[in-house]
């Protein structure tokens, strides 16, 4: 153990968690019933100044300029991996990126705007695009081909 020689530590209170607070020389001490009213007092006086209200509307922060490029940047990309998951006929990451697309529309865009619903609605219409449509049958096509490719004298 790292103690002084001769010094019990057994016998001596354990530290208390309690704050120390500092000496009261010089300071009148308080009385219970006085601290009561004092911070009775105190409370009524801050009670005037803040006002907690609950709202049941979402609050829709507002975007410095740099945030908002990022945020239209941001837009780009979700296209963009629409796009390239179209292409790779990945229907849930296409669909995904049109969800996260929509979700950051609506909470930072005025859904009032004209030019903000067209969008919303042209991206509700791409959701709705089928990427892997079943073929069509050309089995039929093909044999007709080949039958007349057999046929007497003609040739492909």
């Known amino acids: ?29 308080i009385s219970a019933p006085n601290s009561l009213i004092i911070l009775r007092r105190s409370s009524d006086m801050l009670s005037g100044m803040v006002r907690i209200s609950r ?17 239209r940047r941001n837009l780009e990309l979700q296209f963009e991996m629409a796009r390239l998951s179209a292409i790779q006929r990945d229907q849930e990451n296409f669909e995904q990126s049109l969800d996260q697309a929509t979700a ?21 219409a791409l959701r709705t695009t089928d990427l892997s449509p079943p ?16 046929g007497p004298g003609e040739t492909l």
């Open 55 to 71: 709202s049941e509307e979402e609050i829709t922060p507002v975007l410095a300029p740099k945030e908002r490029f990022f945020l």
């Open 1 to 29: 153990s790292m103690t002084a020689p001769g010094v019990d530590l057994t016998s001596s209170p354990a530290r208390s968690t309690a704050p120390v607070m500092p000496s009261s020389a010089g300071v009148s001490s």
């Open 135 to 150: 073929l069509p049958e050309i089995s039929g096509s093909l044999i007709l081909m080949l039958s007349a490719a057999d």
């Open 104 to 124: 950051w529309i609506r909470r930072y865009f005025e859904a009032d705007n004209p030019d903000v619903a067209k969008i919303l609605t042209a991206i509700a």
